[in-house]
T-cell receptor, first 112, second 109 residues
Framework: SAVISQKPSRDICQRGTSLTIQCQVD?????MFWYRQQPGQSLTLIAT?????????ESGFVIDKFPISRPNLTFSTLTVSNMSPEDSSIYLC?????????FGPGTRLTVL | GQNIDQPTEMTATEGAIVQINCTYQ??????LFWYQQHAGEAPTFLSY????GLEEKGRFSSFLSRSKGYSYLLLKELQMKDSASYLC??????????FGTGTRLQVFP
């Protein structure tokens, strides 16, 4: 199974600033996903990131707010831009390997 | 649109059996997944159903009926450590997983 790490594990940020979250996988994967999990809620897909192409965003999420990079098959970043308190959430990176989908440990973001 | 429903909360007693239901309406179907998530941790994979029927894995079993858009997760011989959220997710017409609302299960002694 894929082993996924994320940095930072948590952060407290001021409104109006931006934070970039890194996701590193121990093996090459084609498809990576970014999810958001707000307190007490289930997971909501933000976007799908494939290497060599632009990310595909879900309804309600836009590239200007959540720019994503996918420079190679083991790494991706998600930036949360111009943050507001409503962006306080856990952000999870996920990869597809075979039919299984694995999740990183998440980045807990608090925006003041 | 995509719609995946689960009960919000359930309670059960240690040693008992609990069934967590999931109904779905999605554009396409390429498999249904169950994940367990303890508070503050990432979801961990429990089971995968793509054909109708029951899949058994130790104390956990998962059932799927594609014609009814229905699945359940059955947990037997409940233990205190089974207190967690259980997430039903469907792989629809692309490779992305769409998650249900999640069911928070509390196991009492």
């Amino acid at each position: 199974s894929a082993v996924i790490s994320q940095k930072p594990s948590r952060d407290i940020c001021q409104r109006g600033t931006s934070l970039t979250i890194q996701c590193q996988v121990d093996s090459q994967v084609t498809m990576m996903f970014w999810y958001r999990q707000q307190p007490g809620q289930s997971l909501t897909l933000i976007a799908t990131a494939n290497q060599g192409s632009e990310a595909t965003y879900e309804s309600g999420f836009v590239i200007d707010k959540f720019p994503i990079s996918r420079p190679n098959l083991t790494f991706s970043t998600l930036t949360v831009s111009n943050m507001s308190p409503e962006d306080s959430s856990i952000y999870l990176c996920s990869v597809l390997q075979g039919y299984e989908q694995f999740f990183g440990p998440g980045t807990r973001l608090t925006v003041l | 649109g995509q719609n995946i429903d689960q009960p919000t909360e359930m309670t059960a007693t240690e040693g008992a059996i609990v069934q967590i239901n999931c109904t779905y309406q999605t554009s396409g179907f390429n498999g249904l997944f169950w994940y367990q998530q303890h508070a503050g941790e990432a979801p961990t994979f429990l089971s995968y159903n793509v054909l109708d029927g029951l899949e058994e894995k130790g104390r956990f079993s998962s059932f799927l009926s594609r014609s009814k858009g229905y699945s359940y997760l059955l947990l037997k011989e409940l233990q205190m450590k089974d207190s967690a959220s259980y997430l039903c997710a469907v792989r629809a017409d692309t490779d992305k997983l769409i998650f249900g609302t999640g069911t928070r299960l509390q196991v009492f002694p």
